[in-house]
Protein backbone atom coordinates (compact mmCIF):
# COMPACT_ATOMS: atom_id res chain seq x y z
CA UNK A 1 0.00 0.00 0.00
CA UNK A 2 1.29 3.83 -0.98
CA UNK A 3 2.31 5.80 1.68
CA UNK A 4 -0.76 8.21 0.18
CA UNK A 5 -3.30 5.53 0.52
CA UNK A 6 -2.26 4.64 4.09
CA UNK A 7 -2.60 8.45 5.11
CA UNK A 8 -5.90 8.57 3.96
CA UNK A 9 -7.17 5.11 5.74
CA UNK A 10 -5.61 6.64 9.02
CA UNK A 11 -7.48 9.94 8.07
CA UNK A 12 -10.69 7.81 7.87
CA UNK A 13 -10.68 5.70 10.83
CA UNK A 14 -13.31 7.40 13.49
CA UNK A 15 -11.07 5.75 16.28
CA UNK A 16 -7.81 6.45 15.35
CA UNK A 17 -5.39 4.58 18.33
CA UNK A 18 -2.47 7.05 19.68
CA UNK A 19 -0.46 5.35 17.11
CA UNK A 20 -2.70 6.23 14.14
CA UNK A 21 -2.24 9.31 15.04
CA UNK A 22 1.24 9.37 15.30
CA UNK A 23 1.67 7.69 12.20
CA UNK A 24 -0.51 10.02 10.30
CA UNK A 25 1.33 13.29 11.71
CA UNK A 26 4.22 11.79 10.80
CA UNK A 27 3.59 10.87 7.08
CA UNK A 28 2.32 14.49 6.85
CA UNK A 29 5.37 16.03 6.69
CA UNK A 30 6.53 13.65 3.82
CA UNK A 31 3.77 13.88 1.23
CA UNK A 32 2.60 15.88 -1.61
CA UNK A 33 -0.81 17.95 -0.10
CA UNK A 34 -1.51 18.61 -3.07
CA UNK A 35 -1.68 14.53 -4.08
CA UNK A 36 -3.40 13.81 -0.93
CA UNK A 37 -6.07 16.65 -1.89
CA UNK A 38 -6.60 15.63 -5.07
CA UNK A 39 -6.54 11.41 -4.04
CA UNK A 40 -9.26 12.47 -0.67
CA UNK A 41 -11.57 13.97 -3.55
CA UNK A 42 -11.78 11.17 -6.10
CA UNK A 43 -12.89 8.89 -2.86
CA UNK A 44 -15.00 11.15 -1.37
CA UNK A 45 -13.57 11.44 1.52
CA UNK A 46 -12.31 15.01 2.07
CA UNK A 47 -14.67 15.81 4.47
CA UNK A 48 -12.93 13.02 6.71
CA UNK A 49 -9.04 14.16 5.78
CA UNK A 50 -10.14 17.89 6.61
CA UNK A 51 -11.63 17.05 10.12
CA UNK A 52 -8.42 14.45 10.92
CA UNK A 53 -6.07 17.25 9.64
CA UNK A 54 -7.66 19.61 11.85
CA UNK A 55 -7.96 17.71 15.11
CA UNK A 56 -4.55 15.85 14.92
CA UNK A 57 -2.44 18.16 12.80
CA UNK A 58 -3.54 21.47 12.39
CA UNK A 59 0.03 22.92 13.64
CA UNK A 60 1.64 20.88 10.76
CA UNK A 61 -0.88 22.53 8.62
CA UNK A 62 -0.37 25.74 9.52
CA UNK A 63 3.39 25.42 9.51
CA UNK A 64 3.08 23.96 5.85
CA UNK A 65 0.46 27.09 4.64
CA UNK A 66 3.49 30.05 6.05
CA UNK A 67 5.95 27.56 3.83
CA UNK A 68 3.83 28.06 0.27
Known amino acids: MTPDLQFLINCCKTNPTAA ?4 TRT ?3 SLQLS ?3 T ?4 HGV ?3 VYQTIQTHAAD ?3 TYAKLI
Do not use: G, K, R, V
Open 27 to 29: QFN
Open 39 to 42: LAHA
Open 60 to 62: LLS
Open 20 to 23: DIEQ
Open 46 to 48: FPL
Open 35 to 37: EIT
